[in-house]
């Protein structure tokens, strides 16, 4: 029966190579200049000031009373927007079988549609340049900053709202206009979103690609030395930024892929985490004022709504719930050469927004000010490690904003500091392990294995020596 | 900063390559052996039956009055055990935004737990053997079929209930008591069951194994001949087997990986599909008898009870819910050679209880008796096309059972038939793709890219001259 198989020739010119290598020489080759075709770096703060002149914006904190078009529900209390689209504000409800804390409940933001955050790459001088956009976003600490070509959602680009076109939008809808890079549904904040993922897309255009008003061509190598600045990159830039491909060395590492693979996937299987949704009203442990949506101890997060407006006539204002965290974030890889290779050290994290229980974190991930009333044994493992490093350790520094479009203030210091043998062992505790940046870049082709913050990491990672 | 990094050579002697090649050729290596070094696969009837007749099993239709510890939730009407564990029928409402129907209530099995599907192997004259495990569950045809070594919930390995050791158990559970050759959490079936995900495993046992009454040794070529016979190998050893890493050719693609990938993800958020659970009390579509759950339209499925009794009276029997769908399903590839490799069809589908909303299915996957009542374009496509199949085109066929602790005769034939351009063209409807084994089997090493059913034809398919 099986010889009967007859090996037709059919489509042969149509079979082509699984792997294409010149790819990531490509990507590795950009994040090697840092001298662009385009934008010179040194110019690049000139160029941003004057996108920011041509539109202005004020965020104002309002009441939600003043919320146009949000209301909370009579029957939930659940902060939603009239169309039934956007987002929405509700409760969860989370327990868990390990850990200092095993249950908590807390406001969390639905948001079921997958957006586009895309990069639209192309050869200047043969180098791969990246087409980044100065964009507006309420939340973030300078309103402006540097984001993907495209940052839409699916209501955005299938224009349900009949809103403006998004701009180089066709690029990544539509096969055939270019050649894809990376493409990825990776999540986002499990602290505060539920089961949110956005679609991270690097495409190489084909053809000529006219140049917007707020758009620029950048190396690799120039956004590298953008992340090394505060508030400058968005973090929507870094996520997709840290799904490019990058040439591997083909160095070993502390595990084989698939020793890491089997224990990530202990780490996910051993946890019994159970998040449900609830109704935001009367949400244990949180209170609803006229403002603002408070925990009782004063602790993470409270939710805010704005009003934003522009100073420009041509743009309308609107008004917007947000996110505020209390208190700048540490967010840290301790690092270590290990035979030579360097290696980070991974937390498989747990967070209620997750869609599967658990991906790996950064070391460090905490907002310290929330445990300022822990001691000893309670604290978490590596926060004053990190909160303690000696400056000759820290390889790199740097403030970032969360997604300004739904969070306020949310700034986080971005660290990576190299460890030693006593800091921070070969053998480490239950939940962390060592794995390579290589490891972590074959990880982030497919989702839900490595968060958004840690993505941010490696976005850093790549855009320092650390890596090599 | 970055260059008072130092090149500390701690663990050098702990790296190792992050591929290890050897694994896979030596996977293949026993798919290309089938005369195996413990059991004849000439006398593996007679030991499949030996085993029957020391485990003598009887099984029932039972009055749902007449299950023991289970009963209707007062308010949701949700059939529940008292122990609160184990499983749970509920109710689902599915919405989606495409597709023939938009809208459907369904019963779901809800089974947070994560269990293990392990499959031990070791050498045997030089060629790797897997412990087999011959293992009765109430919804399988013949009762007793080919199980992998470990096939455990985490309340049974957790000793939850108390209940008897679980064989060979520490191999999976115990790192370091042997060598990971895949690890990886797979879904369920997403038409039946809720979120549900298995751990899949493969271990190479350090040392000696000592082996108990209801185990044989196996090579893979000798499943491989089992898998041509009906209802021996069963759902929990083909979704393992499926998880093997094969020796990779290096042969090309119709779509590289990146390419394939993208349309995966493209697939995935193109769609809007929202699946709600909802109370099985009064569940539109739905009724409850006294011994059945049905569709007023009398297809799909129904809910049934069953009693298990043991002949043999050191074992005590037991009463449980299960699923029986209505009639045989079908459940094929097509396949084609393209450049003179091989490809399947592959269809992204949405089943409602999928984590994430789509998985890559078989070309077809339908019971036909549900679509009896559909003509022409409304008929789901390449069914007919299956169902009409030219004898001389069909690679392989038998019939296999899905999970027999869960659900009742649910048996399909499961084939892999050749087509041509005007019966599948190169270029497939939307939602369809053509990709290699070689591609699937990259895709299994991690979790919600494919579908149970599409995993067991991907082991048909290892285990026939197709794959090569």
Chains 1, 2 share one sequence.
Request: charge should be negative; include cysteine.
């Amino acid at each position: 029966m099986l010889s009967s198989l007859v090996r037709s020739g059919s489509g042969t010119g149509r079979l082509r190579p699984r792997h294409d290598p010149s790819v990531a020489e490509r990507v590795s080759a950009s994040a090697a200049t840092t001298a662009g075709a385009v934008l010179r770096t040194e110019d690049f703060p000139q160029w941003l000031e004057e996108r920011g002149r041509a539109h202005r914006f004020t965020v104002e904190r309002i009441p939600f009373h003043q919320l146009d078009g949000w209301s909370f529900d009579d029957t939930t209390g659940n902060l939603v927007h009239r169309s039934g689209r956007f987002f929405s504000v509700e409760g969860l409800h989370v327990t868990r079988d390990e850990g200092p804390q095993r249950e908590w409940y807390q406001p969390i933001i639905k948001q079921p549609e997958v957006g586009i955050l895309g990069i639209l790459v192309k050869e200047f001088d043969g180098v791969l340049h990246f087409l980044m956009q100065a964009k507006m976003e309420p939340g973030n600490r300078n309103l402006l900053q540097l984001s993907p070509t495209v940052q839409a959602t699916r209501s955005n680009y299938t224009k349900v709202h009949q809103g403006a076109d998004v701009k180089y939008i066709e690029h990544f809808t539509r096969p055939g206009r270019g050649r894809v890079i990376a493409d990825v549904l990776q999540s986002e904040h499990g602290s505060w979103f539920f089961h949110k993922s956005n679609r991270n897309m690097i495409v190489e255009a084909l053809g000529e690609v006219p140049l917007d008003d707020d758009f620029c061509w950048l190396t690799l190598g120039q956004i590298g030395e953008l992340l090394h600045r505060d508030n400058v990159v968005n973090m929507d830039s870094r996520t997709v930024l840290a799904c490019a491909p990058f040439s591997d060395d083909g160095a070993g590492a502390l595990l084989s892929d698939t020793e890491l693979v089997s224990w990530f996937t202990a780490e996910r299987s051993r946890q019994d985490v159970r998040a449900e949704r609830v109704p935001l009203h009367e949400l244990p442990g949180w209170v609803r004022g006229r403002s603002t949506i408070d925990h009782e101890g004063g602790r993470y997060f409270r939710v805010v709504a704005v009003s934003v407006e522009a100073g420009n006539r041509e743009v309308t204002g609107w008004t917007q719930p947000l996110f505020e965290p209390l208190g700048l974030g540490v967010t840290a890889f301790l690092t270590r050469r290990i035979g030579g290779v360097p290696h980070v050290l991974v937390h498989a994290r747990v967070e209620g927004g997750f869609l599967d229980t658990v991906e790996l974190g950064p070391t460090v991930q905490y907002t310290p000010d929330n445990y300022v009333h822990l001691t000893g044994g309670d604290r978490p493992p590596f926060l004053d490690l990190v909160l303690d490093a000696d400056p000759a350790r820290i390889q790199y520094e740097a403030v970032h904003s969360e997604e300004g479009g739904r969070f306020l203030n949310a700034e986080s210091r971005y660290l990576l500091i190299e460890a030693d043998e006593e800091q921070a062992p070969l053998d480490p505790p239950a939940g962390f392990q060592w794995v390579t940046p290589a490891q972590l870049t074959s990880l982030v082709r497919h989702g839900h294995y490595v968060n958004v913050q840690a993505r941010t990491l490696l976005a850093c990672l790549n855009a320092t020596a650390v890596r090599s």
